[in-house]
């Protein structure tokens, strides 16, 4: 049976293209992304990215026409592929708020959203050269009938197109960060600017993708649940190889097993003194015997981030001096959960941190005088931030604003005590810190991350019961 034509392709729906072509040919059309054809396993009819379906994508543009001022124009431009070198890409990431509008995972595309025409989008346009080194990618088809544009051109024709819809509008708005001279460039859009009718569109989709729907916090918790069973595999890991190096690469490898596309950021392995540095990230180290690991680890399932931390002994036991701070570190943590609720904030359950540790700091004779100024050398971090999307999801939200239900906050005290630090030498080079995913439900809260153990107690059982030398052990009887 001869292959259908473009013409006609073009004018069936999106799905009975799909089933004509695998009844024609015995393969699915490539539209360079996953869809529910070519990856029934991983997605469902209806659903433009895993577990988000098509009227959902349209809902959200919907709400943000809403939230738009009256004749104004948003421009989302997706994020760029950047290069590791002149030939190697680094791994693409979709700019979230393009993702979240559109539900197209691939570089090169503009999208335009207007009261006036909806939304419409400008394709990269493929050449059989491309294709054979990249393989097939999402053009104008693929915008009208997966995306649900309700126009689409090619990006070469956006030169010609969009200069007269932005002379058109009063207000001008686009995600500054990854804005491109495709459009920028254009003479109608720099005296936009010049005359200030330009602002950054993130005022509007951080306020949309603070609150979660439904079918994000399925994902969500997916997320938290890859990354809880990937770290809890990674310290039953910790006593066998103590090493910085391996223990990122063994809880990459348990995220990844479990469905994970990537890390949510690059993992945080800081051993004994290393730990006292906040985001430190180059996990080339040995952990010495009787050192404390801290491990900050997320990963991404479809667009969609976790991120938890736990810090313990690899050798399976702590010392006094590391049980009496791990245990101002977990009261804490407890505490400011249960503060967690529609109503409160960041702020306000920060500033309760500060208080507990402040107290807990004193007590133990870390901090003695001036405590409140010397915290702050000790822990300059935030109580926690909101989460979603990206990893610090809807910076545009205050702290200051009350939780509401769906919103997804972290909770992460902690201490960071460096070897220069002018105080007793016992507590120099600790760090530790316990961080856990908390939802915001009508009642309360939900923690996401609830299932990777924190107590001394159970860490320790876990570590001399079941680590990964106890199996070895076994094996060689």
């Known amino acids: 049976m001869k292959i259908l034509s473009r013409k006609l392709l073009h004018q069936l729906s999106f799905k009975q293209a799909i089933r004509r072509c695998t009844y024609s040919t015995g393969k699915v059309s490539d539209f360079g992304q996953p869809t529910s054809a070519s990856h029934p396993q991983l997605m469902k009819e209806g659903e433009i990215t895993p577990g988000i379906a098509t009227k959902e994508y349209i809902s959200r543009r919907k709400r943000l026409l809403e939230l738009l001022p009256e004749n104004s124009l948003a421009i989302i431009a997706a994020a760029p592929v950047k290069m590791m070198t002149d030939v190697v890409p680094y791994t693409f990431q979709q700019d979230a708020d393009y993702l979240y509008l559109t539900g197209c995972q691939q570089p090169g595309g503009v999208a335009v959203l207007s009261h006036e025409c909806g939304l419409c989008m400008f394709m990269p346009e ?13 053009g104008v088809d693929a915008a009208l009938e997966m995306f649900k544009a309700e126009e689409a051109y090619p990006v070469s024709k956006l030169d010609k197109i969009l200069p007269n819809m932005i002379k058109r509008s009063s207000k001008l708005f686009h995600n500054k960060l990854t804005a491109t001279p495709t459009y920028t460039d254009l003479e109608t859009f720099q005296n936009a600017a010049h005359v200030g009718k330009v602002s950054d569109l993130s005022i509007f989709t951080h306020e949309l993708r603070w609150v979660k729907s439904p079918s994000e916090l399925k994902l969500m918790k997916e997320s938290a649940a890859i990354a809880c069973q990937a770290l809890l595999q990674t310290m039953l890991h910790s006593k066998t190889y103590p090493h910085e190096g391996m223990l990122s690469a063994k809880v990459e490898y348990e995220c990844r097993m479990r469905g994970a596309q990537r890390m949510a950021f690059n993992p945080v392995v800081g051993g004994g003194p290393n730990a006292s540095v906040i985001h430190y990230s180059r996990n080339d180290q040995k952990i010495k015997d009787g050192d404390l690991v801290l491990m900050d680890v997320g990963c991404e399932l479809h667009g969609y981030c976790s991120d938890l931390t ?3 002994p690899p050798c399976g036991s702590f ?3 590391q049980e009496e701070l791990y245990d101002l570190i977990l009261q804490t943590n407890k505490e400011c959960i249960r503060l967690c609720r529609p109503g409160a904030s960041i702020r306000q359950i920060h500033n309760y941190s ?10 133990i004779g870390i901090l003695k005088r001036d405590a409140f100024r010397l915290y702050h050398q000790l822990n300059p971090t935030s109580i926690g931030h909101y989460l979603g999307m990206d990893v610090h999801d809807s910076s545009m939200i205050s702290y200051d604003c009350p939780l509401k239900p769906g919103v997804v906050i972290t909770i992460e005290p902690g201490i960071y005590v460096p070897s220069s630090f002018d105080g007793s030498e016992r507590y120099q080079g600790t760090g530790i810190r316990i961080e856990d995913e908390v939802l915001i439900t009508e009642t309360g809260c939900e923690v996401l991350t609830g299932s990777m153990p924190k107590e001394i107690k159970h860490i320790e059982s876990l570590l001399n019961n ?4 106890k199996g070895m052990e076994a094996a060689t009887v």
């Open 319 to 321: 010392s006094s001096i």
């Open 310 to 312: 736990r810090t313990w």
């Open 354 to 363: 500060v208080e507990l540790l402040c107290k807990g700091l004193k007590e």
């Open 126 to 138: 493929p050449k059989p050269h491309d294709a054979v080194w990249q393989g097939q990618i999402a």
């Open 466 to 469: 079941y680590s990964y030398t």
